[in-house]
């Protein structure tokens, strides 16, 4: 009956179809089907009309004929996933054990992801001399009013019977059943130009003035969009279709315009010799994985601009993936003066549409570059030489949505995929990085000075128990001010940081800097109003809330409490002739709110500039010579296993914004625990001496690298069903790891409320685990079995592998 099948992969938001689905070909579609093609299948009992892509296609199976349902039609024109991102999908479904939709979807741009939409339409027969029952007559009557989205009939007629009654209509010959135009197609724009085939004698003859005015335009014009056309010219857009029915005009639809070509390379910088030993080190090598491990300022873009410009040359493409959107905009103004139009971006504020072109500029190969955040590295390449991640320490390249994937490890997996290179580039790699490095895993390529001969900023670690001993109860100390003071004076610019996160939650003490911490876990414990309790939200233990600190015996214990919008209003009040501004997550609402600031900083029209984590993440300005960390003690106490790496890594990041251009800079780390490790390795820029005993601690107290932490977040509207489910499915999971409890390769908590336990009207659940390496993908087989294989009505399943999710 068939001469070959294929396997799809189902658009389909339930567990229980998370599974390959075959289906037979008919003789009409089998040269239009491929992987990486989108189908429409009829699909269950009730006959659903559900989209799949095609990963494989078959010329033997197992599975009779007659057993077997032909696909209805092939969507796509070309594949629109290929072959290498098939085997990535299966692949990031067993590693953060998600569903096969949920990894197709990375990689299809969501206006033409899969729901397309169906539209019905009558025949014109008389259905008078067809017999119909009742319920056929109906949708019959509803459907000869006018063509109809099949969505807009799910809603009105009950779903079991409405597939029957297509079906019945369709067997008939009374309705069609067609696919309207996708949303990709409505992006596209019109073009028109002066009819080849129409000679110049027709012009002017027998027109309309408006007819006149566009022929006389286009005369100049080779090709034009027809809205430029309409409002430039102020003429209808019948004038312009009453010219292409005469033939007088061609139309032609395009999905953008493309650019003039730009020289490109015309902003080379030249490389110093610890640059180039970089660069001929990573082309020069067959390993796949690079840590190019640079101090900041080092010129660790210029690397990345020379091994690409290279890959471009030999015709291959390349990735590079940056933090967050704030970066990006100062990256693309460096690539694209490198590069000129050949680059491609991508981040979260562009528009479905502009997302859809810069995919279609890479699906095409027009681009040599793409640049963006995490997302970007599912970009529909061809021939892909290099994925660079720079900035790879920083947790934004972690998943929040499903599938919570972690973008280091999809590029590394990539990488031996596409047979390229990834670069992992940072001043303070991770902890997990730096391991593989250690384990031959990852090539070490480092750059030990600063560009321009350009030294490190001098660093001083300022004591606020001492401030406040001093009468100073604000949280700019007496030296940040005096230097503020005297930057201002000479017209440089300042950078306040204070890491948001940390306003609430852990408890210190500001007279000694005593921190309660979890005596199991060795992360800081979370105050709950509720009871007067601290938690430590890894293995659950509780203590109440003291009034008095254990170790000084002072009153002065109370949780840690700031914000940038307070910190922005003293800063006024001190400096009121200088422009603040400020840079975090509140203040950037905009779509161009980054790059405004970054512009007004850059051209010297901000003074101080107060911010978050953002201001931590690239930014190159000469000007800028004092740095303020507001509070280190904010980023040590997170609740977090990796609270002493975030803190390392943002000191190191912060304090490397000051004295990058001529002028030295000088940095000022506040913090109520002086004496602490990890304020001191950062203040020394000592990286190698902080990740010796953070491995060692790691180590210790079974952390990652080490081992693998699991947590399975059971969420839902209903406060009484998150309890009871999570507390059910501990109980099912532990009666099945038994034996890797008793071997002591799975250590398996109960569950406990999530740190912020109703989101949204939502109530979370966690349940932790900690799993060996070796016994990793036994247990994620059965957790798919407890948690994947079948939907749980009013609760939702979010599983994260290795991150900090508390």
Same mark, same amino acid.
Not at 211 to 235: F, R
Not at 464 to 490: P, Q, V
């Given at each position: 009956?068939?001469?070959?099948? +294929?396997?799809?992969?189902?658009? %389909?938001?339930?567990?229980?179809?998370?599974?390959?689905?075959?289906?037979?070909?008919?003789?009409?579609?089998?040269?239009?089907?491929?992987?990486?093609?989108?189908?429409?299948?009829?699909?269950?009992?009730?006959?659903?009309?559900?989209?799949?892509?095609?990963?494989?296609?078959?010329?033997?199976?197992?599975?009779?004929?007659?057993?077997?349902?032909?696909?209805?039609?092939?969507?796509?024109?070309?594949?629109?996933?290929?072959?290498?991102?098939?085997?990535?999908?299966?692949?990031?479904?067993?590693?953060?054990?998600?569903?096969? %939709?949920?990894?197709?979807?990375?990689?299809?741009?969501?206006?033409?992801?899969?729901?397309?939409?169906?539209?019905?339409?009558?025949?014109?027969?008389?259905?008078?001399?067809?017999?119909?029952?009742?319920?056929?007559?109906?949708?019959?009557?509803?459907?000869?009013?006018?063509q109809i989205e099949l969505e807009k009939l799910r809603k009105k007629y009950d779903g079991s019977d409405l597939y029957l009654l297509l079906d019945s209509l369709k067997d008939k010959n009374l309705i069609d059943i067609s696919q309207s135009e996708t949303a990709a197609k409505r992006s596209y724009e019109k073009?028109?130009?002066?009819?080849?085939?129409?000679?110049?004698?027709?012009?002017?003859?027998?027109?309309?003035?408006?007819?006149?005015?566009?022929?006389?335009?286009?005369?100049?014009?080779?090709?034009?969009?027809?809205?430029?056309? +309409?409002?430039?010219?102020?003429?209808?857009?019948?004038?312009?279709?009453?010219?292409?029915?005469?033939?007088?005009?061609?139309?032609?639809?395009?999905?953008?315009?493309?650019?003039?070509?730009?020289?490109?390379?015309?902003?080379?910088?030249?490389?110093?010799?610890?640059?180039?030993?970089?660069?001929?080190?990573?082309?020069?090598?067959?390993?796949?994985?690079?840590?190019?491990?640079?101090?900041?300022?080092?010129?660790?873009?210029?690397?990345?601009?020379?091994?690409?410009?290279?890959?471009?040359?030999?015709?291959?493409?390349?990735?590079?993936?940056?933090?967050?959107?704030?970066?990006?905009?100062? !990256?693309?103004?460096?690539?694209?003066?490198?590069?000129?139009?050949?680059?491609?971006?991508?981040?979260?504020?562009?528009?479905?549409?502009?997302?859809?072109?810069?995919?279609?500029?890479?699906?095409?190969?027009?681009?040599?570059?793409?640049?963006?955040?995490?997302?970007?590295?599912?970009?529909?390449?061809?021939?892909?030489?290099?994925?660079?991640?720079?900035?790879?320490?920083?947790?934004?390249?972690?998943?929040?949505?499903?599938?919570?994937?972690?973008?280091?490890?999809?590029?590394?997996?990539?990488?031996?995929?596409?047979?390229?290179?990834?670069?992992?580039?940072?001043? !303070?790699?991770? +902890?997990?990085?730096?391991?593989?490095?250690?384990?031959?895993?990852?090539?070490? +390529?480092?750059?030990?000075?600063?560009?321009?001969?350009?030294?490190?900023?001098?660093?001083?670690?300022?004591?606020?128990?001492?401030?406040?001993?001093?009468?100073?109860?604000?949280?700019?100390?007496?030296?940040?001010?005096?230097?503020?003071?005297?930057?201002?004076?000479?017209?440089?610019?300042?950078?306040?940081?204070?890491?948001?996160?940390?306003?609430?939650?852990?408890?210190?003490?500001?007279?000694?800097?005593?921190?309660?911490?979890?005596?199991?876990?060795?992360?800081?414990?979370?105050?709950?109003?509720?009871?007067?309790?601290?938690?430590?939200?890894?293995?659950?233990? !509780?203590?109440?809330?003291?009034?008095?600190?254990?170790?000084?015996?002072?009153?002065?214990?109370?949780?840690?409490?700031?914000?940038?919008?307070?910190?922005?209003?003293?800063?006024?009040?001190?400096?009121?002739?200088?422009?603040?501004?400020?840079?975090?997550?509140?203040s950037m609402t905009g779509k161009d709110s980054y790059e405004n600031i970054y512009n007004d900083f850059k051209h010297g029209r901000i003074d101080i500039l107060i911010g978050t984590q953002m201001l931590a993440k690239g930014f190159d300005f000469p000007e800028v010579t004092t740095v303020g960390v507001l509070?280190?003690?904010?980023?040590?106490?997170?609740?977090?296993?990796?609270?002493?790496?975030?803190?390392?890594?943002?000191?190191?990041?912060?304090?490397?914004?000051?004295?990058?251009?001529?002028?030295?800079?000088?940095?000022?780390?506040?913090?109520?625990?002086?004496?602490?490790?990890?304020?001191?390795?950062?203040?020394?820029?000592?990286?190698?001496?902080?990740?010796?005993?953070?491995?060692?601690?790691?180590?210790?107290?079974?952390?990652?690298?080490?081992?693998?932490?699991?947590?399975?977040?059971?969420?839902?509207?209903?406060?009484?069903?998150?309890?009871?489910?999570?507390?059910?499915?501990?109980?099912?999971?532990?009666?099945?790891?038994?034996?890797?409890?008793?071997?002591?390769?799975?250590?398996?908590?109960?569950?406990?409320?999530?740190?912020?336990?109703?989101?949204?009207?939502?109530?979370?659940?966690?349940?932790?685990?900690?799993?060996?390496?070796?016994?990793?993908?036994?247990?994620?087989?059965?957790?798919?079995?407890?948690?994947?294989?079948?939907?749980?009505?009013?609760?939702?399943?979010?599983?994260?592998?290795?991150?900090?999710?508390?």
């Amino acid at each position: 009956m068939y001469n070959i099948c +294929v396997q799809i992969i189902l658009n %389909s938001n339930s567990k229980s179809t998370d599974q390959l689905y075959t289906y037979g070909v008919p003789a009409s579609l089998e040269e239009k089907v491929q992987e990486g093609k989108r189908v429409k299948v009829s699909f269950g009992k009730n006959k659903h009309l559900l989209d799949g892509l095609i990963v494989s296609v078959l010329t033997s199976w197992d599975i009779p004929d007659s057993r077997l349902k032909a696909i209805i039609d092939v969507i796509d024109e070309k594949p629109v996933v290929s072959r290498e991102m098939i085997r990535l999908a299966a692949w990031i479904r067993e590693r953060y054990l998600c569903k096969f %939709s949920d990894a197709v979807r990375l990689m299809i741009p969501s206006v033409i992801k899969y729901e397309h939409s169906i539209t019905i339409s009558a025949r014109e027969e008389n259905f008078a001399e067809i017999s119909l029952n009742e319920k056929e007559k109906s949708l019959y009557e509803t459907i000869k009013c006018g063509q109809i989205e099949l969505e807009k009939l799910r809603k009105k007629y009950d779903g079991s019977d409405l597939y029957l009654l297509l079906d019945s209509l369709k067997d008939k010959n009374l309705i069609d059943i067609s696919q309207s135009e996708t949303a990709a197609k409505r992006s596209y724009e019109k073009l028109v130009s002066l009819s080849e085939s129409t000679g110049t004698e027709h012009f002017g003859i027998g027109g309309t003035k408006g007819q006149l005015k566009v022929i006389e335009y286009l005369k100049q014009n080779k090709k034009v969009n027809v809205k430029k056309l +309409v409002s430039e010219l102020d003429v209808s857009p019948a004038v312009i279709n009453n010219l292409i029915r005469k033939n007088i005009l061609s139309e032609e639809r395009v999905l953008y315009e493309r650019a003039e070509s730009e020289e490109q390379f015309h902003d080379m910088v030249p490389l110093n010799q610890e640059q180039t030993r970089a660069c001929e080190k990573i082309n020069g090598s067959e390993n796949r994985i690079f840590l190019l491990h640079g101090v900041t300022g080092s010129g660790k873009t210029e690397v990345y601009m020379s091994i690409i410009d290279s890959l471009s040359k030999a015709g291959k493409q390349s990735i590079v993936l940056v933090p967050e959107i704030s970066l990006t905009v100062q !990256t693309i103004e460096r690539f694209r003066k490198r590069f000129g139009n050949k680059i491609a971006v991508f981040h979260s504020r562009l528009s479905k549409k502009e997302k859809y072109i810069q995919w279609s500029k890479v699906y095409n190969k027009e681009v040599d570059v793409i640049i963006g955040a995490r997302s970007a590295i599912f970009a529909p390449v061809k021939d892909l030489g290099a994925i660079i991640i720079d900035e790879e320490h920083e947790d934004s390249y972690i998943s929040g949505t499903a599938p919570k994937y972690d973008t280091i490890e999809v590029a590394i997996k990539m990488a031996y995929i596409f047979n390229c290179k990834v670069i992992l580039g940072s001043a !303070t790699p991770s +902890v997990s990085t730096y391991s593989m490095v250690l384990k031959n895993q990852v090539e070490l +390529v480092e750059l030990k000075n600063r560009v321009k001969n350009a030294v490190m900023p001098e660093i001083k670690i300022i004591d606020m128990s001492a401030e406040l001993d001093k009468g100073n109860n604000t949280i700019i100390s007496e030296e940040l001010y005096e230097s503020m003071k005297m930057s201002l004076s000479r017209k440089e610019q300042i950078i306040l940081f204070l890491n948001k996160r940390g306003y609430s939650g852990f408890v210190s003490c500001k007279k000694c800097g005593y921190v309660e911490r979890c005596d199991r876990c060795d992360v800081s414990m979370t105050y709950h109003i509720k009871g007067n309790m601290l938690k430590c939200h890894y293995c659950g233990r !509780t203590r109440r809330m003291t009034d008095v600190c254990p170790k000084c015996g002072s009153n002065k214990i109370e949780q840690f409490s700031a914000g940038t919008q307070q910190v922005e209003r003293l800063v006024k009040k001190l400096f009121p002739n200088a422009f603040t501004a400020r840079m975090d997550m509140d203040s950037m609402t905009g779509k161009d709110s980054y790059e405004n600031i970054y512009n007004d900083f850059k051209h010297g029209r901000i003074d101080i500039l107060i911010g978050t984590q953002m201001l931590a993440k690239g930014f190159d300005f000469p000007e800028v010579t004092t740095v303020g960390v507001l509070s280190a003690d904010a980023l040590l106490n997170l609740p977090f296993y990796n609270s002493s790496e975030r803190t390392f890594q943002l000191i190191t990041q912060v304090s490397g914004r000051a004295g990058r251009g001529e002028k030295s800079g000088k940095v000022f780390i506040q913090t109520y625990e002086p004496g602490n490790f990890i304020v001191n390795a950062a203040g020394n820029n000592n990286y190698e001496l902080f990740m010796k005993e953070e491995l060692r601690l790691r180590k210790e107290f079974a952390f990652p690298p080490f081992i693998n932490i699991i947590n399975i977040c059971v969420i839902s509207k209903y406060e009484d069903a998150a309890a009871r489910t999570a507390n059910e499915k501990y109980i099912e999971l532990q009666s099945l790891v038994k034996e890797m409890i008793n071997e002591r390769s799975l250590l398996l908590y109960r569950p406990i409320p999530h740190s912020i336990f109703k989101l949204n009207d939502e109530y979370r659940m966690n349940l932790f685990m900690k799993v060996s390496n070796h016994s990793l993908q036994d247990l994620k087989n059965i957790l798919r079995v407890v948690y994947m294989e079948k939907d749980i009505e009013n609760i939702k399943i979010s599983i994260n592998i290795n991150t900090d999710t508390v």
